[in-house]
T-cell receptor, first 113, second 118 residues
Framework: QQQVKQSPQSLIVQKGGISIINCAYE??????FPWYQQFPGKGPALLIA?????SEKKEGRFTISFNKSAKQFSLHIMDSQPGDSATYFC????????????FGSGTRLQVQP | NAGVTQTPKFRVLKTGQSMTLLCAQD?????MYWYRQDPGMGLRLIHY???????AKGEVPDGYNVSRLKKQNFLLGLESAAPSQTSVYFC?????????????????FGAGSRLTVL
């Protein structure tokens, strides 16, 4: 049972364009939604995170949009750069109990110069 | 400032062999996790620990065992390796934050251990 569904599986964007990755979750007990970035040969690293009490969070060129009623959230990368080429994972967890992250299947982003 | 260190980085096993992956963190984190990463499937939780001496099953625990005898170490064991366990394994750790916030549950990952079972 995949509790966090992510799309697309891969994405090619031109330099300067907008990259958009979408995720949907099933468990309404989730209350923490991070995005992780992974470069080849490295472990994932936290990029940006949001809680469901806000609909949007922006950090530099990265924005999370959150729709609680639809149980969906998305990552927007503005002015995409070749250095943003990586695999991106959305995730979800609960603040109490297990606290372990449930990850989406990942999106491989390629930003072409 | 090592963070999370995994050993070994690469290993090739024959079906039926056993091995142990070691994870060590120097950040005094309470929580530790083992994930496996497979193409198109993201990261799936194998086992986790909420403190020294405690372990619990994740989403895909079959065929694996874990131990956390010391707070800084989390071991993942394969008693009888199978080709289906060919994967990249990631260890992660996190703090126990009592106050909820957007950064309440930040996982720090190791660089991964690539295991091939022939």
């Amino acid at each position: 049972q995949q509790q966090v569904k992510q799309s697309p599986q891969s994405l090619i964007v031109q330099k300067g364009g907008i990259s958009i990755i979408n995720c949907a979750y099933e468990n309404t007990a989730f209350d923490y939604f991070p995005w992780y970035q992974q470069f080849p040969g490295k472990g994932p690293a936290l990029l940006i995170a949001i809680r469901p009490d806000v609909s949007e969070k922006k950090e530099g060129r990265f924005t999370i949009s959150f729709n609680k009623s639809a149980k969906q959230f998305s990552l927007h990368i503005m002015d995409s750069q070749p250095g943003d080429s990586a695999t991106y994972f959305c995730a979800a967890s609960m603040s109490t109990g297990r606290r372990a992250l449930t990850f989406g299947s990942g999106t491989r982003l390629q930003v072409q110069p | 400032n090592a963070g999370v260190t995994q050993t070994p980085k690469f290993r090739v096993l024959k079906t039926g062999q056993s091995m142990t992956l070691l994870c060590a963190q120097d950040m005094n984190h309470e929580y530790m996790y083992w994930y496996r990463q497979d193409p198109g499937m993201g990261l799936r939780l194998i086992h986790y620990s909420v403190g020294e001496g405690t372990t619990a099953k994740g989403e895909v625990p079959d065929g694996y065992n874990v131990s956390r005898l010391k707070k800084q170490n989390f071991l993942l064991g394969l008693e009888s390796a199978a080709p289906s366990q060919t994967s990249v394994y990631f260890c992660a750790s996190s703090l126990l934050r009592k106050k909820a916030g957007s950064e309440a549950n930040v996982l720090t990952f190791g660089a991964g251990s690539r295991l091939t079972v022939l």
